[in-house]
C-alpha cells in the first residue's frame, strides 16, 4: 500500500476485555514495529518484527501484551485483560529491511486510539 | 535505562526567526538519531536523520550533533507558523539495531 494503515482508528473497550489491533506495513518493508503514545509523552518501543518473527519483544510491559506477524506482512497487537493504564494510542511503524545498521527511516501509521473504561 | 532528554515547552519563536530545540541522551553506544515532527492528533513523520558528528542541513533545516558531549540539536531557520508542531528526538539504542527511544517531545509555537 501506499503507506502503514491501522485499524481500528478508534477503540473503546471496558477494563477486563480483550482487544486486536491490526498494522498493515508498507508493501515490501520487511520490518514492522510497534510503539505506545501516552498523551504529553513520545512514542514508546514495544516490539520489533523482522519478517515473522519477534526480534525484539523487549517493550511489551507484561504478559497480557503479545503480537503476531505471521505472514511477515500484516501483524496484530493483542492485549489481554485490559486495565485503564492501556489507554494510549498505539503507533505502527514500517522499515524496509530493519538493518542497515539502525539508519533506516521508519514510516508511521496514523496509529490506533485505545481507551479502556 | 536508556533515556532521552527534551525541554517540553512550548517554545515561542516569532515568524522568520530561528527556532532552536536540543536533545540529550544516555545511551554511549547509539549511533543514529532522528528527528520527527508530530502534528496535534497525527503520527510522526520524520524531517532529519544524522549519523556522524557535525551538521547535516536540508533545506530549512539543520541538525547537528556531538557524541562526546551526547548531545543532538534541530535548527530551524525561517521558521514559520506550518512549523508549529511537536518535535521529538529519537535515538536508536538497539542491539539489533532499530530500536528506537523517543524523547517526550518539545512543542514549538510559531506566532504570526
Known amino acids: 500500500g501506499a503507506g502503514v494503515s491501522q485499524t481500528p482508528s478508534n477503540k473503546v473497550t471496558e477494563k477486563g476485555k480483550y482487544v486486536e489491533l491490526r498494522c498493515d506495513p508498507i508493501s515490501g518493508h520487511t520490518a514492522l514495529y510497534w510503539y505506545r503514545q501516552s498523551l504529553g509523552q513520545g512514542p514508546e518501543f514495544l516490539i520489533y518484527f523482522q519478517g515473522t518473527g519477534a526480534a525484539d519483544d523487549s517493550g511489551l510491559p507484561n504478559d497480557r501484551f503479545f503480537a503476531v506477524r505471521p505472514e511477515g506482512s500484516v501483524s496484530t497487537l493483542k492485549i489481554q485483560r485490559t486495565e485503564r493504564g492501556d489507554s494510549a494510542v498505539y503507533l505502527c511503524a514500517s522499515s524496509l529491511t530493519g538493518l542497515a545498521g539502525g539508519q533506516e527511516t521508519q514510516y508511521f501509521g496514523p496509529g490506533t486510539r485505545l481507551l479502556v473504561l | 535505562q536508556k533515556e532521552v532528554e527534551q525541554n517540553s515547552g512550548p517554545l515561542s519563536v516569532p515568524e522568520g526567526a530561528i527556532a532552536s530545540l536540543n536533545c540529550t541522551y544516555s545511551d554511549r553506544g547509539s549511533q543514529s538519531f532522528f528527528w520527527y515532527r508530530q502534528y496535534s492528533g497525527k503520527s510522526p513523520e520524520l524531517i532529519m536523520s544524522?549519523?556522524?558528528?557535525g551538521d547535516k542541513e536540508d533545506g530549512r533545516f539543520t541538525a547537528q550533533l556531538n557524541k562526546a558531549s551526547q548531545y543532538v540539536s534541530l535548527l530551524i531557520r525561517d521558521s514559520q507558523p506550518s512549523d508549529s508542531a511537536t518535535y521529538l528526538c529519537a535515538v536508536n539504542v538497539g542491539n539489533y539495531g532499530q530500536n528506537f527511544v523517543f524523547g517526550p517531545g518539545t512543542r514549538l509555537s510559531v506566532l504570526p
Open positions: 544524522i549519523y556522524s558528528n
